[in-house]
């Protein structure tokens, strides 16, 4: 099994950023497309972004275009999620999960991946 850790979450005033990390541990996130995800409280976890294996092809759901981007530096074995403009309906704790098969070519949806982290907490509020 694939181990990715989530880290930089937190507390938020609204039109604040926050910058989310995933980091791999135990592999190389080299061969892998990395997707985020996001949970909050009586909902289904729902896509967010996810980012090819080469960098060169990112997704990202209507609600966060244009607020989020999605990078990655496999030199250091993470992938980033920049979240500027932050709102209180991003409330929820987010998820990095593996796409070992779409390439980031799929429909950003839970059973495309696998491998999830253990998620971390962002509240945006005053």
């Known amino acids: 099994q694939l181990h990715l850790v989530e880290s930089g979450g937190g507390l938020v005033q609204p039109g604040g950023s926050l910058r989310l990390s995933c980091e791999a541990s135990g592999f190389s996130l080299d061969y892998y497309a990395i997707g985020w995800f996001r949970q909050a409280p009586g909902k289904e976890r729902e896509g967010v972004s996810c980012i090819s294996i080469s960098g060169g092809r990112t997704k990202y759901a209507d609600s966060v275009k244009g607020r989020f981007t999605i990078s990655r530096d496999n030199a250091l074995n993470t992938v980033f999620l920049q979240m500027n403009s932050l709102k209180p309906e991003d409330t929820a704790v987010y998820y990095c999960?593996?796409?070992?098969?779409?390439?980031?070519?799929?429909?950003?949806?839970?059973?495309?991946?696998?491998?999830w982290g253990q998620g971390i907490q962002v509240t945006v509020s005053s």
């Open positions: 999960a593996v796409d070992a098969i779409w390439d980031c070519e799929g429909y950003l949806t839970v059973p495309e991946f696998g491998d």
